[in-house]
T-cell receptor, first 113, second 115 residues
Framework: QQPVQSPQAVILREGEDAVINCSSS?????VHWYRQKHGEAPVFLMI?????EQKGHDKISASFNEKKQQSSLYLTASQLSYSGTYFC??????????????FGQGTILTVHP | NAGVTQTPKFRILKIGQSMTLQCAQD?????MYWYRQDPGMGLKLIYYSVGAGITDKGEVPNGYNVSRSTTEDFPLRLELAAPSQTSVYFCASSSSRAGGSYEQYFGPGTRLTVT
């Protein structure tokens, strides 16, 4: 089942902060975050694994609440280059669908000067 | 490393025609994926593979077929193209870990129009 992202869109001025949320109804093994600029392919930002392991960019932070099956992406001191659509992808715990991601509908982030 | 490459970049098909979208990766990744992305929407998984000779359906497999004879290549076959298959198609790959995968690397995409 598709994870739900909120908000659907965010408008910021440079230097402002934003939080993007991702929520699933299934028990999760991991949450991935990607950013996609218009006309380009998605680019990896962060992966959060069950048990607390994280891997990603130094300037991006995120959290994963395993009990609530929720993840949040924190964008601080936003820059113009942060503009784009942000997607979370969820990997369900257990079963045989290892490595299979289901993506949310996306959050459009626009940063103005 | 070239990463994930896809060909062609653009293609226009007539209804009922068939074609193969090519995808290759040079990172020795076990996992490979095909997604479609309709305008303003998220990514929908069509098919994926956890290794050579092993493929499985994703959320929207109807009208598509895949094969994985080598680690490097994962072609997507469209049979009897329909206007509903107009979309941007992304191929991706990732390395595996116990119980799942690591980050996915995406190719540049193929923009397909069926008229």
């Amino acid at each position: 089942q598709q994870p739900v992202q909120s908000p659907q869109a965010v408008i910021l001025r440079e230097g402002e902060d934003a939080v993007i949320n991702c929520s699933s109804s299934k028990a999760l093994y991991s949450v991935h975050w990607y950013r996609q600029k218009h006309g380009e392919a998605p680019v990896f930002l962060m992966i959060l694994l069950k048990g607390g392991e994280q891997k990603g960019h130094d300037k991006i932070s995120a959290s994963f609440n395993e009990k609530k099956q929720q993840s949040s992406l924190y964008l601080t001191a936003s820059q113009l280059s942060y503009s784009g659509t942000y997607f979370c992808g969820t990997e369900i715990a257990g079963g045989t669908s290892y490595g299979k991601l289901t993506f949310g509908q996306g959050t459009i982030l626009t940063v103005h000067p | 490393n070239a990463g994930v490459t896809q060909t062609p970049k653009f293609r226009i098909l007539k209804i009922g025609q068939s074609m193969t979208l090519q995808c290759a990766q040079d990172m020795n990744h076990n996992y490979m994926y095909w997604y479609r992305q309709d305008p303003g929407m998220g990514l929908k998984l069509i098919y994926y593979s956890v290794g050579a000779g092993i493929t499985d359906k994703g959320e929207v497999p109807n009208g598509y077929n895949v094969s994985r004879s080598t680690t490097e290549d994962f072609p997507l076959r469209l049979e009897l193209a329909a206007p509903s298959q107009t979309s941007v198609y992304f191929c991706a790959s990732s390395s595996s870990r116990a119980g799942g995968s690591y980050e996915q690397y995406f190719g540049p995409g193929t923009r397909l129009t069926v008229t």
